[in-house]
């Protein structure tokens, strides 16, 4: 095989940045949309923040084609859970059949994953379920390989009872943070609003998000890079 196509032929994969974060009434979950396959980006917009039900979504990283199928199992596994029991799953529910099948599939599947929502008994809940199928409760969760860059910024930046907005905001510059350090996660900022008044997604295009140290303003064309360059020789 040609190894300059080595890459167009490896899985897809969302090297990623996934973040869940609960706030005072509900949770926020936000994401990045690289996927990558190798060293080629396959698709800058994907969505990485798949629905389960009304109440519950999930962040997806690692494997594209992975996460997907564990995605399309537990949604029928849910949606025959709300037939049997008349009401919908509870955020804890949906995250213990994600947690099952992840443990259940942990020598075949190379996904690492979150589960949040809102529901009427616990309120806006986050769990973690990375590779492995273990599952973690937590007040916030990060995945995905733009995660190794945000544990401090969280240590620091994360409080209790935050608002809606800031809650928000505090998801998209972490995002943001990560895309500027790892070449894995790109493109634009997705994030989920879920709380006792249903759900609403945000869109943060590319341009409109904080530039960090040493990161280029967007440009139109490599033409407007080289053109606003120096013509001057290097000097060494």
């Known amino acids: 095989m040609d190894p300059s196509m080595a890459d167009l032929n490896s899985p897809h994969s969302m090297g990623t940045t996934i973040i869940g974060v609960t706030y005072?009434?509900?949770?926020?979950?936000?994401?990045?949309?690289?996927?990558?396959?190798?060293?080629?980006?396959?698709?800058?917009?994907?969505?990485?923040?798949?629905?389960?039900?009304?109440?519950?979504?999930?962040?997806?990283?690692?494997?594209?084609?992975?996460?997907?199928?564990?995605?399309?199992?537990?949604?029928?596994?849910?949606?025959?859970?709300?037939?049997?029991?008349?009401?919908?799953?509870?955020?804890?529910?949906?995250?213990?059949?994600?947690?099952?099948?992840?443990?259940?599939?942990?020598?075949?599947?190379?996904?690492?994953?979150?589960?949040?929502?809102?529901?009427?008994?616990?309120?806006?809940?986050?769990?973690?379920v990375p590779l492995g199928g273990t599952i973690i409760e937590q007040p916030f969760a990060i995945g995905g390989s733009g995660s190794s860059y945000l544990y401090g910024f969280f240590d620091q930046a994360w409080k209790e009872g935050m608002t809606k907005d800031e809650a928000e905001k505090l998801v998209v510059k972490a995002v943001s943070l990560a895309i500027a350090r790892d070449g894995a996660s790109g493109g634009v900022v997705r994030t989920v609003i879920i709380n006792s008044?249903?759900?609403?997604?945000?869109?943060?295009?590319?341009?409109?998000?904080?530039?960090?140290?040493?990161e280029l303003e967007p440009q139109n064309s490599l033409l407007d890079i080289l053109s606003s360059s120096s013509s001057e020789p290097m000097v060494t």
């Not at 109440?55 to 997806?60: P, S, W």
């Not at 029928?76 to 259940?104: C, D, F, M």
């Not at 249903?198 to 295009?205: I, L, M």
């Open 197 to 214: 008044e249903g759900v609403t997604r945000n869109f943060y295009p590319g341009d409109s998000l904080p530039l960090w140290h040493e």
């Open 24 to 128: 005072d009434g509900g949770v926020i979950l936000g994401a990045d949309s690289r996927t990558s396959t190798g060293m080629y980006v396959a698709n800058r917009a994907s969505d990485k923040i798949t629905q389960l039900t009304d109440n519950v979504y999930l962040c997806r990283s690692g494997s594209a084609a992975d996460s997907q199928v564990v995605a399309d199992y537990v949604r029928y596994h849910l949606h025959q859970h709300t037939i049997s029991l008349g009401q919908p799953a509870t955020v804890k529910v949906a995250a213990n059949i994600v947690r099952q099948i992840s443990y259940n599939n942990k020598n075949m599947l190379q996904t690492g994953m979150i589960v949040g929502g809102w529901d009427k008994y616990e309120g806006g809940k986050i769990y973690g």
